[in-house]
Each structure stands twice: as structure tokens, then as C-alpha cells.
């Protein structure tokens, strides 16, 4: 039994056997579909990538509520001294708060559990780098403190980079889901592919910072900002797709061809940002070294 026991939610991508085997908690998120809240995990992806194809606008989406951390609360108190709880950030969505809350009420409740709840700042395939490294360090019988400041440094550390057809990448601008910086102008929107980011250096925002002309050349652009960002030491990466299995393995392969890596990791993405996104997203998320 771990002193600090690890919460996260399934938009970060962790699939259930990597969750058991590192004994992490998954909150899930939940697809709404014809008036009806189901847990993302119970959604048939095939059936959905159809309806969304469609433009299907009556899909949405909501986040954990608060009854569903102090569940989660309540269950790991029973085998941890402390509970550390990472969220993606509160720009997506309400589970930061509902977290946060449901961790109010627990310290009455629950009065000898110390909890904790880290905004990611990020979200996807970086988050579950993140929570990873929170439950390794937990595995290693480290303090909750301890760990915090291990998150803490990985976060400073975590880039996520996404590719997405411009179209989608409008979409969420439009929304107030992303920030659009990439000054294109010149290039017609509906021909490109856009490129985001969202981690500690945006303040947890989605921003639109690039647009490419063409999809190879927006797969080459995530290998070149990697390069740039790298400090010339072994990464920890992941990459997270939708519909775009073949292109996602295909990156994950030249980036292990590229770099020396501490661990990678391919992962099917959320259906929570295929749904406010779009399909054809690929995101990168990674760490290095220190």
C-alpha cells in the first residue's frame, strides 16, 4: 500500500491496465447523447465518430461532479495516508473545481486524509505523463509533499502540442476553447491544419499558434518544435490519436528514431476534445529529462 494514493480523469488519455498497473484512480468524464449522461469509457467510438461525422450538434459533454471525487476521496482513504488528485485544466472544463470542492467537504469528512489537487495545465496524452510521475513517485513510498514538487517540476517541463484541422481548430476559437495566435490570414482556412499547445507556458489556455499548408507538413512541424523545446537529454512522450491511428504510430515511430526516450507511449485520445475538437487530432505531449 502506497502512502499517497493518484487521481486523474480519463480525458488524459491512461488506459485502464496502465491505471491498474500503476494503481491510479480514473475519474471519468461523461458524452451526452440524445438527453443521457454516459461515462466516456461505456461510448461506442464507431458509433460516435459516425454521428460526429455528420456534424452531429446535439453531442456534448460534462465533467466529473463533485459527488464523484468525494467517492473517490472516500474509497482511497481506506488505503492511503494521502490523496493526490491532478486535473486538466480548468480552461476545459469544471473538474478542477468539483475537485477542489469535493476536497472541502472531505477534510470534515474525512479529517485524517490529507488531500491535494494539482491543476495539470494541460490536458491529454501530457497529463497522463504527469500522473505517471506522480504514481511512480508514489510507488516509491515518497511523501505527498515530495511528490507535489516532483509534479510541480515535470510541469514546468510538459509540453503538449496539437495537430487539428483548421476547420476544428476555428471551431474551438470560436467557442472561447482556444486563443488564436498564429496570425495566418494568407492561407485558406479550410485547406490547412492548425497547430495548439496547451501547458504551463500558456497558463493552462489552448492556443492556436501555427497553421501548416498540408498534413505531412504539420506531423513535421510537432517533430521540429519537439526538437527545438528538447534540452538534449532523454524524453518521456506520448502521443494520443482519434481516427488517425496510422499517422499517430508513424510519429511515435521517427520521434523514437530521433531521441533518446525514457518511455513512450501511443494512446486512443479522450472522446471528450474529439468531440469539441474534432477527429483527425493527433497530440504530443512530452517532458525532458532533467
Given at each position: ?13 491512461m ?7 500503476y ?117 516509491q ?6 511528490i ?13 502540442v ?83 491511428y ?24 479522450s ?20
Amino acid at each position: 500500500m502506497n502512502k499517497v494514493a493518484i487521481i486523474t480523469d480519463s480525458i488524459s488519455t491512461m488506459p485502464e491496465q496502465m491505471a491498474q498497473e500503476y494503481g491510479v484512480k480514473i475519474i471519468p468524464l461523461y458524452v451526452i447523447l440524445d438527453g443521457r449522461d454516459y461515462p466516456e469509457t461505456e461510448v461506442d467510438r464507431t458509433r460516435l465518430y459516425e454521428r460526429l461525422r455528420r456534424k452531429d450538434k446535439s453531442v456534448t459533454t460534462s465533467s466529473p461532479p463533485t459527488g464523484a471525487y468525494l467517492e473517490a476521496y472516500r474509497e482511497l482513504s481506506q488505503q492511503a495516508d494521502s490523496i493526490l488528485c491532478i486535473t486538466f485544466s480548468p480552461s476545459v472544463g469544471m473538474a478542477h473545481g468539483s475537485a477542489v470542492q469535493a476536497a472541502q467537504i472531505a477534510r470534515e469528512e474525512l479529517p485524517q486524509t490529507t488531500i491535494r489537487v494539482i491543476d495539470s495545465h494541460t490536458t491529454s496524452a501530457a497529463q497522463m505523463l504527469l500522473a505517471l510521475a506522480a504514481a511512480r513517485a508514489a510507488s516509491q513510498g515518497k511523501s505527498l509533499n515530495e511528490i507535489a514538487e516532483i509534479v510541480n517540476g515535470v510541469m514546468l517541463r510538459l509540453n503538449l502540442v496539437v495537430l487539428l484541422p483548421a476547420p476544428g481548430a476555428d471551431g474551438m476559437a470560436k467557442t472561447g476553447r482556444a486563443i488564436d495566435r498564429s496570425n495566418d490570414g494568407a492561407m485558406p482556412r479550410s485547406m490547412a491544419q492548425s497547430i495548439m499547445e496547451m501547458d504551463a507556458s500558456t497558463k493552462g489556455i489552448m492556443k492556436i499558434f501555427a497553421t501548416v499548408k498540408s498534413r505531412p507538413e504539420g506531423l513535421e512541424r510537432l517533430i521540429e518544435i519537439a526538437k527545438e523545446r528538447d534540452k538534449g537529454k532523454g524524453l518521456h512522450l506520448a502521443v494520443s490519436y482519434s481516427d488517425t491511428y496510422s499517422e499517430a504510430k508513424k510519429l511515435r515511430r521517427r520521434l523514437l528514431s530521433q531521441f533518446p526516450c525514457t518511455e513512450s507511449y501511443l494512446t486512443e485520445d479522450s472522446l471528450i476534445p474529439i468531440i469539441h475538437q474534432g477527429l483527425r487530432a493527433i497530440h504530443l505531449g512530452w517532458y525532458s529529462e532533467e
